[in-house]
Every structure is written in C-alpha cells, then in structure tokens.
C-alpha cells in the first residue's frame, strides 16, 4: 500500500483537474450551480453566542433524503457541494454522502468545528473521498462566546497532519466577539506550523453585511494574509473585499439562488445562509427556469454582502461576460513581487472567455474541452 505522501499527491492531481474543470464549466456556461451549500444536520454539538445556523435537538436529514439531494443536484450540473451546519460530523452518514456527491464527479467539500475528528473518523473521511476540509477556530482558549479553540482542538489538527489525505483549512473570523483579534494570527500561524491552510474572515451579521472592525483586527488579516503564499489567493485578488474593509458598498451582481445555491435541512433551496427565505422552493422541484430567473434577479443585500464564495462565482461570470474589464479589475498591473494568477486560470480566461477567437484560441479551446471531458 503507497505511503501517505503518494496517496496525498495522487488526490492532488486529481483535486486539480477537477478543479480547473470547474473553472472551465462555469466560464463556458452561466446556466448551472457553480457552488452548492447543503446542510446535513441543524444540532451542533456546541453552542457560539454569534451564531444563528444551529439547534440542540434537530435530528440529521435521512440518509435516503441527502441521496436525493445530492442526485437533483447532479442533474442541475452543480460542480462543487459544501456540507455544512450544524456540526456536519454529527450526521452518522456523512461518509455516504461524501461518497454520493463523488460519484457524480462534483468536488466535495465540508466544514465543521473538528470537535469529534478522531484518527478512525479521519481515515473514514479519506476512504469517502472528501475533496478539503474547513475547520472553524476562534480563539486561543475558550471563552463565553466560543469554545472552538486552538488549545482544545490542536490535538485534532495534529492528526489531521499526519493522517489526513485531503487539504485541510483553517478559518478564523476576526470580529466574532472575541476578545482577541490576534488570536487568530496565533491560530493561522499553527496551522502553517503544521502544514494546514490558514484565512480569516470578517464577521457578518445574520443577514450577510460587515460589522465594522477596527485598525487592529485589520492589521491582523493582512499579517495573515501574508502568511499564506499561494500563486493565486481569491481573499488577494478579491476586488470587493478592499471596500468592505474600509465601510464603502461595492457595485456587483449577486448571482445566488442560480450560480450558488444554499439547501436548507427541509430540503429547501435558498440565496445563500444569510438570505434564507428567498426563493424558498423545494430543491426537488427546482427548475432550470429558476436558475436562470434567480441568476439574474437583483438582490438588495448586495452593496455590503461579505459572502465570499458567491463574489467568487461572481467573478467567473464577470470574466466570462466582459473578460477584459474583469482581469483589469482583478488582477491590476502586478507591482514588484505580487502574485499573479496561476498560468491555468490565465489560460483558461484566455480560451473560454473571448468573443473573438484567432484559431489558435479556437484550437486551444477545442483541446481544453477534450482534455477536461467538456465536449
Ligand atoms: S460550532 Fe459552528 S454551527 Fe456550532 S454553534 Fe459554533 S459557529 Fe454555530
Ligand atoms: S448579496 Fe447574495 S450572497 Fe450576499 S447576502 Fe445577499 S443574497 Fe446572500
């Protein structure tokens, strides 16, 4: 049996030709779910006075019920599912579902609080075939807002080194109510320490805007900004984010309810967790028609929305739609030292977003298409 390090650069590579294909799915088209959120259970295990997504007592969504929605949502085209909370470990099918949503050939991801990680469950996890892993943690110990701290959960992470055959991310939220913002440079720094992602986040309120945060917590996400060097980091070349920082609205289309869909326990499909409401339509009955109305409906909440994943969805659309202007604004003249985008993604761009193509493109495009099974 291959070692970890051989298991682990195998799934790489796998990772990342699905990876750039959903890239190439979502510039080729604007008619299908790009990101999916999916709950699986409502209960958490603990209890963040910040938080409005959990319960104590719901019970985890049948086993036959999340099949079903993992299949509807192969048939809409989603190309990636993230399974959240509630606490996602608390449903006693989780592997079965993980492994539902690779069948389909979707790129998988989940999130949890990492309380109830052991060495067994992690292996499990690899056998399913989860895609990466998000774990929350807000502060160094534990306080009256939140228990998801480094000092509980530092065992955790050292297994999911040393075990785990996914990527795994940590995410802390600066502003949370936590009494520390540099806590979370202390948390994104173990993580490095340990060969684990790291990013923060700015809090939100229930309904998805920025709450304010001071020079201090600023200072601490660009350090940890810093920390991590990917060739391409969406949170760096976030044209948006830079306004939310400094309080001024952004001017954006907000394609959820089409190109990101969020499903809530009963199955219903919503703009996003901090929109639930809208459209409110069982995911069983949910309809070509409606991706394509909600892809272009308006949303009010959009000038200081702070939902990342749909300004990343956002992006490909913008690219595909109007490429120039969108890599202007993404990627301005890199100065000394700043990252560009990884050559795939600049190629990609190249090949599938120009109205006008010279037969090279056209050739580029055709082979693109081949390789990544799109034709
Ligand atoms: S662990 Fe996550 S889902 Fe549970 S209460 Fe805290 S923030 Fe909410
Ligand atoms: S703008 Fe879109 S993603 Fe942001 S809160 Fe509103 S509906 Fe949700």
């Known amino acids: 049996m291959p070692g970890i390090a051989m298991r682990r650069?195998?799934?790489?590579?796998?990772?990342?030709?699905r990876e750039v294909r959903l890239v190439a799915q979502a510039l080729k088209s604007p008619r299908h779910p790009v990101f999916a959120?999916?709950?699986?259970?409502?209960?958490?295990?603990?209890?963040?006075?910040?938080?409005?997504?959990?319960?104590?007592?719901?019970?985890?969504?049948?086993?036959?019920?999340?099949?079903?929605?993992?299949?509807?949502?192969?048939?809409?085209?989603?190309?990636?599912?993230?399974?959240?909370?509630?606490?996602t470990l608390l449903h006693p099918q989780l592997e079965e579902i993980i492994a539902?949503?690779?069948?389909?050939?979707?790129?998988?991801?989940?999130?949890?609080?990492?309380?109830?990680?052991?060495?067994?469950?992690?292996?499990?996890?690899n056998k399913a075939g989860l895609d990466r892993m998000q774990i929350s943690i807000d502060n160094v110990k534990p306080d009256a807002v939140s228990?998801?701290?480094?000092?509980?959960?530092?065992?955790?992470?050292?297994?999911?080194?040393?075990?785990?055959?996914?990527?795994?991310?940590?995410?802390?939220?600066?502003?949370?109510?936590?009494?520390?913002?540099?806590?979370?440079?202390?948390?994104?720094?173990?993580?490095?320490?340990?060969?684990?992602?790291?990013?923060?986040?700015?809090?939100?309120?229930?309904?998805?805007?920025?709450?304010?945060?001071?020079?201090?917590?600023?200072?601490?996400?660009?350090?940890?900004?810093?920390?991590?060097?990917?060739?391409?980091?969406?949170?760096?070349?976030?044209?948006?984010?830079?306004?939310?920082?400094?309080?001024?609205?952004?001017d954006w289309h907000c394609p959820a309810g089409g190109r990101?869909?969020?499903?809530?326990?009963?199955?219903?499909?919503?703009?996003?967790?901090?929109?639930?409401?809208?459209?409110?339509?069982?995911l069983a009955e949910y309809t070509q028609e409606d991706i394509d109305r909600e892809s272009k409906t308006p949303k009010s909440c959009a000038p200081y929305c702070t939902i990342f994943c749909v300004h990343r969805v956002a992006l490909l659309d913008r690219i595909r739609e109007n490429p120039r202007e969108a890599l202007v604004q993404l990627f301005p003249a890199p100065e000394p030292g700043q990252a560009?985008?990884?050559?795939?993604v600049r190629a990609l761009t190249a090949a599938f977003s120009s109205q006008k193509s010279s037969r090279s493109t056209e050739l580029f495009r055709k082979a693109a298409l081949r390789i990544l099974n799109l034709h």
Not at 9 to 17: D, E, F, M, P
Not at 49 to 71: H, L, N, W
Not at 225 to 245: G, I, Q, T, V
Not at 340 to 344: E, I
């Open 9 to 17: 650069a195998v799934r790489r590579c796998n990772r990342l030709y």
């Open 37 to 87: 959120h999916m709950v699986v259970t409502r209960r958490c295990n603990l209890a963040c006075t910040y938080c409005s997504e959990f319960d104590t007592f719901s019970k985890p969504v049948p086993i036959e019920e999340m099949v079903r929605r993992v299949d509807r949502l192969a048939a809409l085209g989603t190309t990636a599912v993230t399974l959240t909370g509630g606490e």
């Open 100 to 125: 539902r949503i690779r069948s389909h050939g979707m790129i998988v991801v989940m999130i949890t609080n990492g309380y109830l990680l052991s060495v067994e469950r992690i292996k499990k996890l």
């Open 147 to 250: 228990m998801k701290s480094l000092k509980v959960l530092d065992q955790k992470l050292r297994w999911l080194a040393e075990h785990a055959e996914f990527p795994v991310h940590i995410h802390s939220v600066v502003g949370a109510g936590t009494a520390e913002p540099e806590d979370a440079l202390i948390i994104a720094k173990r993580a490095t320490e340990l060969g684990l992602g790291s990013s923060a986040g700015i809090v939100h309120d229930p309904t998805g805007h920025i709450e304010p945060i001071d020079q201090r917590s600023r200072n601490v996400l660009e350090e940890i900004e810093r920390l991590s060097k990917p060739l391409f980091s969406f949170a760096r070349h976030n044209p948006w984010r830079k306004n939310l920082l400094e309080g001024r609205p952004n």
């Open 260 to 282: 990101h869909i969020y499903i809530c326990e009963n199955g219903l499909v919503h703009y996003c967790m901090a929109q639930r409401g809208y459209p409110a339509k069982p």
């Open 340 to 344: 560009k985008p990884p050559l795939p």
